[in-house]
């Protein structure tokens, strides 16, 4: 069982940038490929990135190429995004979800709230 916990949100203004944490514990961190999603008021969750487990490629929506990152330490447990040049339609909860197949995701972290004012 793996248990996620996310920080790093916060309030900015537009065009600012944030970093987001991700700390996994309870399973071998190496082992799980990790993403990032985000769910805006009234809307579906969504896919922002995720980093393979492998090879560390990385996946981003179109929506955010250029402007977010997604890195992972292994030796921390961590994963990160690095978000960057932030527009008020990145307001969102912000969750880490950790996958040990190439299917499903298995396990949530509880999110973290960015905001992004105009």
């Given amino acids: 069982q793996v248990q996620l916990a996310e920080?790093?949100?916060g309030l900015v203004q537009a065009g600012d940038s944030l970093r987001l944490s991700c700390v996994a514990s309870g399973g071998t961190f190496r082992n799980y490929g990790?993403?990032?999603f985000r769910q805006a008021p009234g809307k579906e969750r969504e896919f922002v990135a995720s980093?393979?487990?492998n090879d560390?490629?990385?996946y981003y929506t179109d929506s955010v190429k250029g402007?977010?990152?997604i890195s992972r330490d292994n030796a921390k447990n961590m994963v990160y995004l690095q978000m960057n040049i932030l527009r008020p339609e990145d307001t969102a909860v912000?969750?880490?979800a950790a996958r040990g197949g190439m299917?499903?995701?298995d396990y949530w972290g509880q999110g973290t709230q960015v905001t992004v004012s105009s």
């Fill in 7 to 9: 920080s790093g949100g």
């Fill in 34 to 36: 990790m993403g990032w």
């Fill in 51 to 53: 980093i393979r487990r």
């Fill in 56 to 58: 560390g490629n990385t």
């Fill in 67 to 69: 402007r977010f990152t």
């Fill in 94 to 96: 912000y969750y880490c």
């Fill in 103 to 105: 299917n499903s995701w």
